[in-house]
């Protein structure tokens, strides 16, 4: 059967494969460098770390849940938003590619040091922690950042194409309306990637600390 909207997408994926394979790339160096990092720590500032880490679990045991899932709903979607927001921003901009650039390689920076400095403290443990903790959240914010970087670039670079090759005849108003689009998309899936951190992830790692502090 013929779907255009699918179509639509294979197509605009094959004139961009060059940005999307960037920003992969971009997001996979900032992954390295976070274990990089962690690595280069010494052995007093991997321990500094750990304590504020222990403290934190120690909490959890001892005084139940020190902030509530809705809590940790909301606040994830709303710094999510408030992400994805300024990623629009920046789109907008002339001067906002380069912070394209590193927010999508913090992106992967923080994920890269998190699960390397919980793999290098708590060995097997650790890596366990990080996929229950860590990954299922991730499994949804990952492909929405690295669309989010993709298409603000894309619509960045047709801002400088504009400005600089006058035969450049393209109109802004449609690829516009079509960030705004693909952005409002990828916030209702932040919303879903949201609930599976308070209410999944979350519940997994309290248990996991039950167990670790038993």
Do not use: C
């Not at 997408?9 to 992969?24: M, P, Q, S």
């Not at 708590?122 to 229950?132: F, H, M, P, T, V």
Request: charged content about 10%; cysteine-free; overall charge positive.
């Amino acid at each position: 059967m013929y779907n255009p909207s699918h179509n639509l997408i294979i197509g605009h994926i094959k004139r961009h494969t060059t940005i999307y394979v960037f920003t992969i790339i971009l997001f996979l160096t900032g992954i390295v460098f976070g274990a990089i990092l962690v690595n280069s720590m010494d052995f007093v500032q991997k321990q500094n770390l750990f304590f504020y880490l222990e403290r934190f679990f120690t909490q959890q045991t001892n005084d139940g849940e020190v902030i509530s899932r809705q809590d940790i709903f909301i606040r994830s979607l709303l710094y999510h938003i408030k992400y994805l927001s300024f990623m629009i921003l920046l789109a907008l901009s002339m001067i906002g590619l380069p912070i394209i650039w590193i927010m999508v390689f913090m992106k992967g920076f923080v994920v890269g040091f998190s699960v390397g400095f919980m793999v290098s403290q708590l060995q097997g443990q650790g890596l366990l922690l990080s996929a229950i903790s860590i990954a299922p959240q991730n499994l949804l914010i990952i492909p929405i950042y690295i669309i989010a970087g993709s298409v603000s670039m894309i619509f960045s670079i047709g801002l400088w194409q504009k400005l600089f090759f006058k035969h450049h005849h393209q109109e802004i108003l449609p690829p516009f309306i079509r960030l705004l689009i693909i952005f409002a998309i990828l916030m209702v899936f932040t919303a879903l990637a949201a609930l599976m951190e308070a209410y999944l992830s979350n519940t997994l790692m309290l248990e996991w600390i039950k167990r670790y502090n038993g």
